[in-house]
Structures are given as structure tokens and as C-alpha cells.
């Protein structure tokens, strides 16, 4: 028996909120990462609920490129945060707004 | 030599280019004179040859144009630099070169172990360059030219002496005023030349004249011009309302007063209305206007002399009074009366000027008549010619004022009226009184001055020779206008040398009087009488009883009090137009509209958008959260929005 | 004809001339000096090449070269040079090593930049003087602001900084109006000619059959930023500022040259692209013309500051240009031109003297000099001579181009008043109370102010850069005819262009003949 697409969809959508109401309430910049991770990871899981839906092998694919992606965003956004660590010994976001006017 | 023409002009220029560059390096005096003045000398001559030249010509034929080169070339203005030779610009010439000569010759003298001799005859020279375009010029813009050039050489000879002090202000300051009233003057000139170029299609004098006659132009069109031209006119020769400068000019040394202002460029606004006598005639209002203004210039400027102390400042004002004359003979139509004037006042004048010089050469500078007084046995050529000019001036025949100045009075009281003709007779009444008040105040009665400090003495031959020159003009120079009753058959030469050029403008205005011989000798005699009575009270006042006019002067102060202040009319210039401009440029366009409406609209606008900017700029908190919240609130409208319009 | 390409060499000598000098060693600063005079000085012998070969009977474009730029928009790299550019090239070659020798001692810092970025304001100038295509002239239009604006944002004095940014902005809002005017006029020229372009003279083809009121509109939007560059009363505030601020060469190039971009444009531009608004608005911009020039020159009356003088002079000076150029007739639009180039000698000869003098006192304050002609002889002479050219004296250039234009306005037909002259010709009289007005309180009356004792006279190099621009002055006061000659035939033809029949017959000026 086949798990209808719908399923899929919904735990990806799911996961994709979880991810937003993360980055938008969690301090931890850490946290906001990870959430940020896991929103992508939901992207993941819709790509390749259609690739395997419509028998097509490009949204494989192309969950390979975001996961490349995602690893360069890692190491360069993790390098950022300890970046900012260093300077500031806090990873608390509401506190990191020095960009602005 | 018509042929030439063009070396008068170039001569002076040559004397002025040479003294100007190599002046301050040659510094010796004889050689910087002897080129500047040696430039004059054969310009006049070249006139004198001119002139033989063209009496030898038939009358019709004596009008010769000498084109140099083109100046100006677009659409129909097409003016060259070019020289009209006629009977007019000869006579001008004449008394320029020739009179400028002897004053150059005399300046060599006067201006001896000056710092800046070399600076003077550079002025001077090209004075003379300027006034010979002036006078040549066969077109308007080349007589603007000269117009413009003989003012600025005016500017910087009142200014000669930079760095003096004269009367309340400076010398410097006596310059601009000179060459600012004049601009004011050129203004209407510049006018008059627009109208000129729009009407008749040109500004070649041939061709405006021909055309004045032929073109059919209304006459309030002629008003117009002749008025503008009148304007410039009034500035360069010192007439109301534009009279302010030519007393201030007298902060310039004394030749450059006899030269400039009292022989040639003052009489440069005569020559010109001369010149345009056919729009003059075609304008009958005009003629009018120029005079009123010239008889009550005349009669204003001498009731000012009568007070006067400065001795240079007696001969400016009757300088001025001596222009309303011939402005007064340019509006009742006797024009080369006009001219015969300008050429008899340019001798006696220049001599009055240069005579104050010698005196005041002597007198180790000191300018105030009343610290002088029995100047006669020092110097005795200078008080003879002195005498000689004075007697001419008051109008005393046989010298030369007399026939110049009885034919002006003659012709005001024939073409305009006996009410002209009184003022005028007054005027030289008052004339003959001031004259003779300074010649009896500097070489009769008592020394004033002390006798110790001060050893008056006779100039050096440089200067007396020019003296005695002028005194033989002052004296004889009369006798070529004689009165057309006395000459018999020949007529007055003057008047009939000139005729030609005045023929189209007598003919229009048609006011051949017709009255009778006896009016005209009864008239003469009464000025003649006029002139006596004038020297007779100064010398009752002056000499005789000298008291007599210092109770006149306390009896009538107030009026005293006006004369002696010139009507106060600087002050009231310098109230009611020179104030108000300066004062509101600076207060209300400069730092007012300018700093405070018109930059501070634009400071304005942009401080607004500066505003603006810093007010939607909080929006940036710079907290990563919120950005994205707002992404996200925008992502689900759109989303928001495609569902609903799909379904 | 031959192809030429004079005009592109006389664009690349600066350009190359400014690429080399990053190479040179800034230490070096007297070879910098003399690098930078000597390419200005080819330039100026390669455009006097282009003036030798110029054909004065002929008012079309010459030298015209024509290369495709960007294809796909049909922009090309169009440059040649008629009448009124070739008056304005000569006088840019000539200007340009003069002010660069007039800052030999003047500059003291960054000299090797400072010839950078003269050189290529150079190539600025020229561009914008020989671009017949409307993109290439946009693009050097706008690039031009951006050596001025170091210039004197980095050598200027005191404000510097707010007067370059004034300048800066200024100017650049003004042309970003012209550049909506263009892309609408270029889109509306592709309906016509079924093909994109930005060439100019297919676009004077176009230009006139825009319908009247849009026109008007176009014609606006150009005006303004020319306004502004010239500038017309109420536009000049930057002015001031820009002049004060900017050190002498600045000031030179920008009152010779830089200001006659804006009537440059009024010629080349608003009149044959929009003559049926150009006539509108004639009278509308004579007026400010007009009140431009009592204003600037009742302003400059009563300044203390000798720069800033000289500064609103231009304000006066440049409305007589405006004036002869909307009096539309031959007599105006010659003097309009000849007083172009007069104002570039007097006032840049004014500016020259100004920063000559404040380099020995480091003042400028009038009121700190007084009897300077005793110590210093030539400079008051040069003084005189050059206020004398400005306020017009017969005999020297201004009078000849001030002449031109009252006498063309009183009888202009499309002006149709004599106010206009009335009015202007009060300026002759102010400029000669401002100008003697300071040379008395400068020059003449007893040395007050004893620091100025000790000044000497101008040096050789000082008047190695005043005598040339004195030929010139001299020249065009006596002989004029060799530079009116040059732009004859142009003005004449924009003349026919904008006063044509056709036009004033649509306007209700005219009668239609029956």
C-alpha cells in the first residue's frame, strides 16, 4: 500500500512552520540556525515527494544541490557566529543589531 | 592729406602704445614728451593739411570717408572702422589736435618731476586717439567707441593722483563717479543707437541721414531718438540732471582739466547732437527739450560759480554753464552757432584752466582763491593771458566769446523766444561777475597768502608759451564769425564753411527769422552792456569795497548757504537713487532674497528630504527577526491573495 | 570627403594623456606639471588643426565620425562639429593649459590627481561639445560633474565640501529631468522612423512634429537643467558657492567653460529639437534672463568678497547670453555666441587675477586691500584691462557680444518689446559700478592694510597665462569678424529653424498668407 502524497506534504509543510515560527521567535542565533536548516530540509522532503511522485529523477537532484548549499550556508553562517561571539560574547540576536542607520 | 586722415587717430595711438609699454623704462622726461606731445603735433598737422585740402575741394564735394578695415559684419550691421572727413569733423579736429597739442606741450612743464610722467602722457595720448574716433568716426558705433574711450581716459586721469585725498573722499572716487554718470548717459546713447539700427536699417551716418529724410518715420519716433542721443548727451557734457560729475573732476591734475574737461570731451555731447542735427530738426519737442535743458543748465551752473572758492572749482561750473550755451544754440536750431562756441570756449577755456594751473603751480597747490590777491607782479604772462581769457568769456568784443556767445543769444531770442533769451543775457551777466571776482581775488588787491612761506613765481617757458598761444586764439580766434551784418558780403565764414553739413537740417526747420537789423544790434549792445555791469560789480565788490560782499553773503545766507552747497544736489542723488539701490541690494535681494527665499528654498529641500529619510530610516531596527517576520508577512499575503483570486 | 578622425584624437589626448599619468611617479610632481601641459597644450593645437580645416561657409556638421556603439538600442559614438562647437572646443583647448600653468604654484597637494582629474574634465567638456548622438552626450554631460566635483571637493577651501555637493546634486537633479525629456523624445522618434535612436540629427527631424503641448513639456524638462548649468535667475544659488569654494583653475573652468554647457545646450538642443515651444517660452525666459541680469549684477554690487563678486557677474553676464539666444535673430544668437566665449576670457581671466592676488594675501576680502597699485603695477593694469573687457568698453571683446545682443533683442520680432533692452542695458551700467567699484577699494586709494607691502608683482609665468587671453580680448574687440564668421552660417541656421513661417503661423504669431 502506497502512503498517499498528501502525507508527505503535510509533514513537509509542517516542518517548514516549525522552521519559520523558529527563526522568528528563537534567540539563540544557534537555534534560528538550525531552524532555518530544518525549513530547508523541509523543501528536501517536498522535492523529492514529487520526484518519486511523478517518476521523475531531477527533484533528486536538485535536493542534492540545497543540500550543498545548505552545508556552505552552515559553515559560512557558523563562522559568522563565532565571529560575532568573539566580538560581542553573545550569541542573543535581539542583541546583534548593529546593522541598522 | 584727407588721405591720411586716419594718422591722427593712429599717431596718438602710437604715442600711447609707445609711452605705455616702454614709459616705465626710458623714464626720462624729455624723451616721454617729446613722443607724446610730438604725436599730437602731427596729427595736427595732418589736420591743418586736411583741411587745406578740402577748401580746395568744390562745396558739394567735401565729404570724404576713409575706410580702414571691417569691425563688425552680422546680418544688416555692417560697420567698419572708417573716418568721415566733412566740414564739421575738420573744425572738431582741429581744436582737438590743435588745442591738445599746446596742452601737451604745457603739461610737459607742469607735470616736471612727477613719479608717474610717463603714466600721464600714456592717459593722455590715448585721450586724444579716443577723441579723434570720436569725432572722425563715419558711423555711431565707432563714435560710441571714442565716446566711451574719452570717458575711461577721463576716469583714470581724475584718478591720476590714486592715491590722494579729494575734499571728503578721494580721488579715485571723484574718477568713478565721473565714469559711472556717464555710463548712465551712454545708457541712453546705447538706446538711441537701437533705435537708430531698427528704424533706418543701419548706423552709417550717411546712411541714417539720407534716410531720415527719405524713409517716412513718424515724428514721435524721431523724439525718441533724438531724446536717448540727448541723454548720452547730457552725461558726457555734464548737463541736467547728469552736471554731478564734472565739479568731482576736478580732483585730476590742472592740464587734464583744460584739456578733457573743459576744451574737448565736454563738448563731445554738442558735437554729437551737431552731428544728428537732421534727427533734431525732424523733432521739434526734442529740440525743445535740449533747450530748456541747456539755458537752465547755463543759468543754474553760473549762479553755483558765483560762490565758489576753489579756483578750479569757479571754472568747472562755468565750464557747465558755458555747455548749456551751446546746448541752448543746438535746441533753437543754430547749430554751427553751437559749434563756433565749443571752438571759441575750448580757447579760452583751456587757457582759463591752464592760467590756474600756472598759478597754482606757483602757489605750491593751494586751490582757494581767497589766499591769493595780487598775483599780477609775480607773474605777468600768466596774469595777461588770464585777463585776456576772462574778458573773452564775459563776452567783451572784440575777443572771441563775444561773437560766439552774442550769436547763441541772437539766435535764442529769434527761433525761441525772448523768455530764452533773458536767461541767457542773465547768465552771461553773471558770467562776466564771477570771472572777474576771481581774476580780481587772485592777481588785484592785497596778498593774502604769506609772504614768508609762499614765493609765487612766474612758470617756466613750457608752460607760459602755451599760455601766450591760447591768449593770441582766446583773442583773435573770433574774428572767423563775425555777424554776417558786419562782414558785409562775405558772411559769416564759419557759418557758411559749416552750412553744408547743417543744409537738409536749416531746411527743414525753416526758421529763418525775419527780423531787422536794428533789433539785432539793439540786442548785442544789451548784452554787451551785461557783460560790463557783471565785471563792473566785481570789481565794486571785490575791490573797491571789499566788504561789500561779505555782507551780501551774511545778508543772504540761506541762499548763500545753497549756492555754496551746489543746491545740494550730490546729497540728493545720493539719497534718493545711489542709497536706496545699495542699501536694498545689499538688504533685501542679497540677504534677503537671495541668501534667505531663493538658496534657502533649495537649503530647503533638500534639509526636507534629509527629514524625511531620517524618519522612514528607524524602519531599519537592524534585528535580523523582524526582517524576516515582514518577509514572511508578505509571502503569506501574496499567498493569501493568489488563493483568493483563483478560487 | 576624406574620413577624419580629428575629433576622436582630440578626445584621446586627454584620455590617453590622463591614463599615462597614473604611471608617473606622484613624487615627481614638476614632470606631472609639465606632463599635464604638454597634453593640454597637443589638444589645443589638434583642435586649432580642426579650426584651420573648419569650412566657415558651411553650417552643417564637420569632422563627423560615426561608429556603432550599442547596437541592439542603435547608439552610436557620433561626434563632429558646427559653428557654435568650434568656437567652444577653442575655447576649452585654449582655457585648459592656461589654468593648468595658473596653478603651478597654487596646488600644493595631490598635484598628480589634480592634473587627473583636469584632464579629464577636458575630455569631459569636449565630448559634451562634439556628441551628435543624445546618449553619448548624456553620458558626458553627466560625467563631467564627477572631476569637477573632486576638484573642488579635495582643493577647494573652507566649505568645500558643501559647496561641491550643492554643486554635485544640483546640477544632476537638474539633467535627470532631460533624461526622462530624451527617452520619451527617442521612443516617440522610434514610432516615427520604425527604428530606435538616439542619433541627433535624425531626432531634429522628429523633434518638431511632437505635438505643441507636449512639447512644451519637453521642452521644459531640457530647459531646466540648462537653467540650472548656466544658470538662470532663480537657479544660480549654487553658483556662489561652487565659485568661492573651488580653487582658481576650478573656478576658471567652471565660470569659461562649464557655464557655457548650459546655452551650449539651449542652442543645440531646446531650439531646433522644440521650436514651436522654444517661442513659447521665448518671452517667459527672456524675463528671467533679464532679471538675471539686473540681479546679479545689483548683488555682485555689494559684495565683500572678491570671488563671490565675480561670481554673480556671471549671473548678470550669462542672462545676456540667454537673452541674445530667445531674441532669435541674427544679430542676438551672433552676439549670444560671441559673449559666450567673451565671458569664458574676462571672467576666467577675472578668476585667474582674484587667485593670483589671494595667493600672495591669502585674503579675498575687499575690504583688506586698498592702494595696491603703487606695490603691485601689472596686476592692477591687468585688473583694469580685464574689468574693463567684462563691463563692456568699446574696443575689447564684451562690448562687441553685449552690442550684438541688445540691439538684436530691441528688434526682435518674437521678443516684440523694447523693455527687454531697456531693462538689460541698466546692466551696463551696474557692471561698470561693481567692477570700478571694487578696483577703487582694491587698487586705488593709500596702502592701509600694511601686510600688503610686502606682495610683489605678478611673475613671468603669471603673465605668460593673463597676456594670451589679453590677445584675445583685444582681438575680438577689433576684429571680431574672425570668430562671428565662424558661427555665422549656424546661427543662421537654427535661426531659420525655430522662426520659420511654418512655426509662426501655428502659434497665431503670424498671419497664414491667403
Known sequence: ?101 | MIHLIYLTVLFPLFGFLFNGILGPKIKNEKVIGIIGSGTIGIAFIIAVGALFETLALPVDQRLTIITLFQWIDVAGLNIHFAYQVDQLSLVMSLVVTGVGFIIHVYSIGYMHGDKSFWRFFTYLNLFIFAMMNLILADNFLLLFLGWEGVGLCSYLLIGFWYDRKFEKSTTASAGLKAFIVNRIGDFGFLLGMFLIYSTFGSLIFTDVFSRALSFNVPEHIFTLIAIFLFIGATGKSAQIPLLVWLPDAMAGPTPVSALIHAATMVTAGVYMVARCSIIYASAPTAMMVVAVIGVFTAFFAATIGLVQNDIKKVLAYSTISQLGYMFLALGAGAFSAGIFHVMTHAFFKALLFLGAGSVIHSMHDVQDIRHYGGLKKYMPITYGTFLVAATAISGIPPLSGFFSKDEILWYSYANLGIVFWLIGVITALLTAFYMFRLYFLTFEGKEKFDSHKTHPHESPKLMTVPLIALGVLSAIGGFIGIPEIFSGDHGNLFHTWLAPVFKSAEIKLMNIGSHSHFEEILFMAISIVAGVAGIYYAWYAYLKKPAVADKTASRFKGAYNILLNKYFLDEAYEASVVNPIVKGSENILWKIADNRIIDGTINNLAKLVDNISGTIKKIQTGVAQSYALVMILGVLIALLWLIISYS | MEQSYLLTYLLAIPLIGSLLLIFINKEKEQLVKYFGLAVSLIAFVISLIIYFGFDNQSGDFQFVEKFNWVRGLNISYHVGVDGLSMLLILLTTFLTPLTLLSSWNGIKKRVKEFTFFMLILELGMLGVFVSLDMFLFYVFWEAMLIPMYFIIGIWGYDRRIYASIKFFIYTMAGSLLMLVAIIWLVVYSANILGGFTTNLLDLYKTGPTIDKSIQGFLFLAFALSFAIKVPIFPFHTWLPDAHVEAPTAGSVILAGVLLKMGTYGFLRFNLPLFPQASLDYAVLISVLAVIGIIYGALVAMVQTDMKKLVAYSSVSHLGFVILGIFALNQESVQGAVIQMINHGLSTGALFLLVGMIYERTHTRKISDYGGIAKIVPFFSFALLFTSLSSIGLPGLNGFIGEFLILIGAFKSTVLNSWWFTVFAATGVIFAAVYLLWMYKKVVFGEVTNHNLDSITDLNLREKLVLIPIFVFIVWIGIYPSTFLNVSSKTSEKIIKLVTSPQNQIELGKVDAPK
Open chain 1, 1 to 101: 500500500m502506497q502512503i498517499p502524497i498528501e502525507y508527505y506534504l503535510i509533514l513537509s509543510a509542517f516542518m517548514f512552520s516549525v522552521g519559520i515560527v523558529g527563526v522568528l521567535t528563537r534567540r539563540n542565533a544557534i537555534v534560528v540556525f538550525m531552524s532555518v536548516e530544518l525549513m530547508l530540509n523541509s523543501a528536501n522532503l517536498t522535492l523529492i515527494t514529487f520526484s518519486s511522485y511523478l517518476g521523475d529523477a531531477t527533484g533528486q537532484l536538485f535536493v542534492f544541490f540545497v543540500m550543498a548549499v545548505a552545508a556552505a550556508e552552515a559553515a559560512v553562517g557558523l563562522a559568522i557566529i563565532i565571529a560575532i561571539f568573539r566580538n560581542k560574547l553573545t550569541v542573543n540576536i535581539d542583541e546583534i543589531n548593529i546593522l541598522k542607520w
